[in-house]
């Protein structure tokens, strides 16, 4: 073996990177002018892609493992710079280092409120507040779309572009799902839910994927909250008792009161404002109670009848017609007669309101 073998032997180059910080997404492996000796090792471990990149544009990528450079497991590489039969120690190359691990914790904001429109307080700003979690699923993609040519690239500079994205759907569906300002706080989940989904778009583009979404807190405008808690208070308590028991606590409050003459008109004007209240509600009352007393139906009258008399049929014959028919013995107890509400011809004796009629008139001579 000649001496310049074994010096290439010896100079074998190691490709690696060790990441000790939590917040880098892609590191460029440094070398003098890019140069890499012929059959280096590269090591890519566990949370990462190799990628090398050849005059700005993007060759071959490793997975996971240990590999040494050459013309074999650089097909790609091989084929732009031309090397046919092999190349000659050192080749220049960039390598980029991508970590595919899940980059945790990542906290995103409104920085300026959103106004929504609710339909029972208006225009109402809000601000929401909360984390997510992200990896690069393709590396080339990222490299290409967000790093460029970079040395490195840490989640500090991609978060405002994606803090932007969020902040964008999370508008967009809390404006679609026209849930009531109130209803907010207990429908976190499905709105992180609803969000999660329209984001996985955004993230794909950039050859990420967001691996969980959630909303911590959305609050609003303090004297919002307020109103809010007043209309559910008023939801739960007898406005009546509410009024009489304020009165009574003025007029405490007037009593003590060591103001002397203030404090007794205090007290005076209390008293009558709750003696006003007291009549108002005895009113009230009386009222109600005139207008719930129950009214006595109609008194029941006799309906027209209709009368077979001869085979034909006579009426509707009102009460004096049909008293007539029985004082000229036209109609009589076995008569046939029908109304409204009888299913057949009925005798006129089996008929309650007809009874009178018959017990009037004196029965036929024999």
């Known amino acids: 073996m000649g001496i310049w073998d074994k010096l290439k032997g010896e100079l074998i180059d190691i490709v690696e990177f060790l990441d000790n910080t939590q917040d880098t997404i892609v590191y460029r492996f440094e070398r003098h002018n890019n140069e890499i000796k012929n059959n280096a090792k590269l090591v890519v471990r566990e949370g990462q892609i190799a990628v090398f990149v050849n005059e700005g544009q993007i060759a071959d990528t490793f997975t996971p493992g240990t590999y040494t ?3 074999q497991n650089l097909p790609i590489l091989s084929t732009l710079k031309g090397w ?16 595919t691990k899940n980059f945790i914790d990542q906290k995103w904001g409104t920085k300026n409120a959103i106004i929504l429109n609710d339909s029972r307080f208006g225009m109402v700003e809000i601000r929401a507040f909360g984390m997510y979690t992200f990896k690069v699923t393709e590396a080339p993609v990222f490299i290409r779309e967000i790093v460029g040519t970079n040395q490195t690239f840490t989640t500090a500079q991609i978060q405002e572009q994606l803090k932007s994205i969020i902040v964008t759907r999370f508008s967009d569906t809390v404006g679609e ?18 969000i999660f989904s329209y984001m996985k778009d955004d993230f794909t583009a950039y050859g990420m994927d967001v691996t969980k979404f959630l909303i911590e807190n959305i609050s609003m405008p303090e004297e919002v909250k307020k109103e809010i808690f007043e209309l559910s208070r008023l939801e739960k308590i007898d406005l009546d008792k509410l009024t009489k028991m304020k009165a009574a606590k003025a007029m405490e409050a007037a009593a003590e009161n060591p103001s002397g003459t203030a404090g ?10 709750m003696a006003n209240q007291m009549t108002q509600t005895m009113a009230n009352q009386m009222q109600s109670n005139q207008q719930t007393q129950p009214t006595p139906p109609p008194i ?13 049929q006579h009426g509707p014959l009102n009460r004096g017609a049909l008293a007539e028919l ?12 029908w109304k409204q509400g009888l299913a057949n011809w009925e005798k006129a004796g089996d008929q309650a309101d007809l009874q009178d009629l018959f017990a009037a008139t004196p029965p036929p001579l024999p």
């Open 69 to 71: 450079l050459n013309t």
């Open 84 to 99: 046919k039969y092999g190349f000659n120690s050192p080749f220049k190359a960039e390598v980029y280092f991508v970590s």
């Open 177 to 194: 799902t026209n849930l009531p300002i109130e209803n907010y706080a207990s429908n976190l989940n499905e709105l992180s839910t609803a």
């Open 264 to 273: 007794m008109g205090i007290g005076l004007g209390a008293g009558m404002a």
């Open 300 to 312: 029941p009258g006799i309906g027209n009848y209709y009368v077979a008399i001869d085979g034909k």
């Open 326 to 337: 029985v004082a000229t013995h036209q109609l009589t107890r076995e008569s046939l007669v």
